[in-house]
């Protein structure tokens, strides 16, 4: 008996080796995300995830619509990241929606980072990137974290209406029968 199975997915080692996408299917794979965090250069650049930046735009609709055509796959994104304009953002909306992604967004969690024992560079950086604080709630030139909460939960809503449930919502379903 095959065992199906959801997965988290890094999309630039599948796009590096080109047989591992089949061989996810083979092996019982119906459901992944994958871990795009952005697709602005700069932003992608800034958190280490280069790929996301460069390839993950044509990428996902393209294995989407050829090998993965009967996978539910669902797309991780991140909203207020250092450098990202809002105009990038809702780029990435309408490339979610207009590709007929499943997708979730999230809010740039810098202050919790900031906090933390061992936080991540950018947090423990963050006034490098232009990240200050200000009543416990991060704020950029750019946008502050208020206003990425509001945009998260809008663009979630949107994508909600538009997109079957992701991946891990099926996995509870499929668990009621």
Not at 51 to 72: L, Y
Not at 110 to 130: C, D, F, M, T, W
Not at 163 to 174: M, R, Y
Request: proline share 4%; charged share 25%.
């Amino acid at each position: 008996r095959r065992v199906l199975f959801r997965s988290h997915i890094r999309g630039d080692l599948v796009d590096k080796h080109k047989d591992t996408a089949a061989m996810l299917i083979e092996s019982g794979m119906r459901g992944c995300h994958i871990g795009v965090e952005t697709l602005h250069k700069q932003a992608s650049k800034a958190i280490s995830k280069p790929w996301s930046g460069n390839k993950a735009k044509d990428w996902i609709p393209k294995i989407k619509q050829d090998v993965w055509k009967n996978v539910n796959v669902t797309v991780n994104l991140i909203v207020g990241l250092p450098y990202e304009p809002l105009k990038s953002m809702a780029e990435t909306l309408y490339w979610v929606l207009e590709n007929k992604l499943s997708a979730v967004f999230y809010c740039y969690g810098v202050i919790q980072e900031a906090r933390e024992e061992n936080p991540s560079y950018i947090g423990k950086n963050h006034s490098l990137y232009g990240i200050e604080f200000n009543e416990d709630k991060w704020y950029t030139e750019i946008t502050n974290e208020l206003e990425m909460v509001h945009t998260r939960d809008y663009f979630n809503l949107k994508v909600s209406k538009t997109t079957p449930p992701d991946s891990w919502d099926t996995n509870l379903l499929t668990g009621y029968g």
